[in-house]
């Protein structure tokens, strides 16, 4: 989750992760609430489910501690060329390659910068339904398709 105010966003997606059984929760570029009580919140919460989260400054922090394969960048549809592409993930995955997803954490999402560290893609999806959704969508699709 990246560029986000809310501590109430940051204690919805981690309830989301977990929910998900995902291992490792990065938190890019937190301000306000969000820093002082989200992360805090959320930090205690991964930690009792024995999960990881990773708090850092800006999202090129991320990428250069992690060092993802493939980096997917979530945006409405009039700002992304291409459709998210679960196959292309699932062969990413089976080959133990890490990817990385970011989902803005407040609107209007994500600047034209941000977007190019990866590849800008959109769900095909009638309206736009907040970052917790799309992460709740996609996360759904990639462990559906991985079983």
């Keep these: 989750m990246h560029n986000v105010y809310s ?8 309830e989301l992760i977990l929910g998900f059984g995902i291992e490792t929760f990065i938190i890019s570029k937190a301000v306000g609430s969000a820093a002082t009580v989200g992360v805090p919140e959320s ?3 991964i930690f009792q489910k024995g999960k990881n989260l990773i708090f850092v400054k800006d ?10 394969d493939k980096i997917y960048t979530f945006i409405h549809k009039p700002y992304a060329k291409n459709k998210f592409n679960i196959v292309e993930v699932i062969d990413y995955l089976k080959k ?5 997803l970011v989902f803005a954490g407040s609107q209007p999402g994500l600047s034209k ?10 769900l095909d999806l009638p309206g736009d339904i907040g970052s917790i959704g799309y992460t709740t969508v ?3 699709e990639i462990l559906k398709n991985l079983k």
């Design 59 to 68: 999202l090129p922090d991320a990428i250069e501690l992690l060092k993802p």
């Design 96 to 100: 133990n390659q890490k990817i990385m």
């Design 113 to 122: 910068k941000e977007l190019e560290t990866g590849s800008a893609v959109f």
């Design 43 to 45: 930090q205690k919460m």
């Design 7 to 14: 501590s109430q966003k940051i204690k919805e997606m981690t």
């Design 138 to 140: 996609v996360l759904y």
